[in-house]
């Protein structure tokens, strides 16, 4: 029998992982793929590694929360399974509506659920995370509003991250060892721009195995008859690589396109500043969206940019004058080389006429899906762990 169990839940954590490869991979690379620096096998490749990676090491501690830290007692093998079918009818749903789904919250919302309906629910541990899923959005939104504000117009101004006609590198055979040589049009500055983003791709799939792997391993990982930590992440780290070779070649092309039509340049402080957050709240073993922090620092920046008309005591004061908030600066790549105008002064016409800074609907639709997936994870688990107590 509890073989049995393990190998549907071997079978529903491999469809967890593959869907959430789909998605991640999508938002790690879908940018460096879209600018043609990387191909898509390769970004899958990269992806995969950098995920075991981040799962192997700070997505233990997130493992640990989820198998023991939501719930007093032991997470049970039955119990683990069950809620692994509840987080893949929670990628279902953010499927049909087409947004990226929020699978940390949607796990932790069925564990939740479990808590309640035994009356084992670690409400100390349990606010601890709510109030992080608070913050963090918080944190996005004002470290993008600084990054918008003040960093991003000048490095914009000074670098232009360019894709070259032909190879990056060749190799030179003549001698008895290849070696590597510049492409007939490579530069020094697209060749270190390129292994920036590259390094920051890698960072960001090293988030996402931190803070997406746990979902799938933990389930597997409690009770008599769970799998070792370790198999139980390798199982995973494949699953989601097998996601990112396959589902996630379309998604890697689309992704961005329906929050914002923003420079790449733009999408490197996104992905920077989100992995970072993931990857420091998932170090303490908190269970974290990457979807999360990528949104709300996207209109962080954003938001930052199209305030530079308006000092801080004008805002303060609300004596903007004659100042225009630009909402569509972040998208006015036409900027790059040229000086931004200070903070306090308009900006020019081709800045004035950038466009939509994001969509609203996108954005309300993100965070609706927030709230909604934990909270529906969490009543469907409480009504199942009451119906068929003998699982859980």
């Known amino acids: 029998m509890v073989e049995t169990v393990l190998v549907v839940g071997v079978i529903a954590a491999i469809f967890v992982g593959f869907n959430i490869g789909g998605s991640s991979t999508g938002i790690a690379w879908g940018p460096p793929v879209g600018a043609d620096i990387i191909r898509k096998t390769t ?93 963090t959005p918080i944190i996005g939104f004002w470290v993008g509003g600084v990054v918008g504000r003040y960093l991003y117009p000048e490095v914009n101004r000074r670098v232009e991250i360019d894709k070259s006609d032909g190879p990056l590198l060749v190799f030179d055979r003549s001698g008895g060892v290849p070696k590597p040589e510049f492409g007939p049009n490579t530069t020094w500055s697209e060749l270190l721009s390129t292994v920036v983003v590259i390094l920051i791709g890698c960072y960001m799939s090293f988030s996402a195995g931190a803070s997406n792997v746990p979902n799938a391993a933990a389930p597997l990982v409690s009770g008599v008859g769970g799998l070792p ?44 500043t989100a992995s970072t957050i993931t990857t420091a709240l998932s170090a303490i073993g908190i269970p974290i969206s990457l979807v999360m922090a990528t949104v709300m620092t996207i209109v962080g920046i954003g938001w930052g940019r199209a305030t530079r008309p308006v000092t801080v005591r004008e805002a303060v004061t609300r004596d903007t004058g004659e100042s225009e908030i630009v909402p569509g600066a972040i998208t006015a790549e036409e900027m790059a080389g040229k000086p931004a105008a200070p903070i306090g002064e308009n900006e020019p016409d081709e800045v004035l006429e950038a466009g939509d800074l994001f969509n609203p609907r996108a954005i309300m639709k993100y965070v609706s899906m927030w709230i909604i997936g934990p909270s529906v994870s969490t009543i469907l688990a409480y009504g199942f762990f009451r119906l068929v107590p003998g699982i859980a």
């Open 229 to 272: 930590d370790d198999t139980a992440i390798i199982i995973a780290t494949l699953a989601i690589g097998v996601g990112g070779f396959t589902i996630a070649r379309r998604t890697m092309e689309s992704v961005g396109g329906e929050l914002s039509d923003i420079p790449l340049l733009a999408a490197l402080f996104v992905m920077l």
């Open 43 to 135: 970004a899958a490749g990269l992806m995969t590694f950098f995920v075991f990676l981040g799962g192997w090491t700070v997505g233990r501690n997130v493992m640990d929360t989820l198998s023991e830290g939501i719930i007093t007692t032991e997470l049970g093998l039955s119990a683990g399974v069950a809620i692994l079918f509840f987080i893949g009818l929670g990628i279902l749903v953010a499927n049909i509506f087409g947004v990226p789904v929020p699978t940390s919250m949607t796990t932790v919302g069925a564990i939740a659920g479990l808590g309640l309906a035994t009356e084992t629910l670690n409400y100390e541990t349990m606010s601890g995370i709510i109030s992080w899923w608070i913050v």
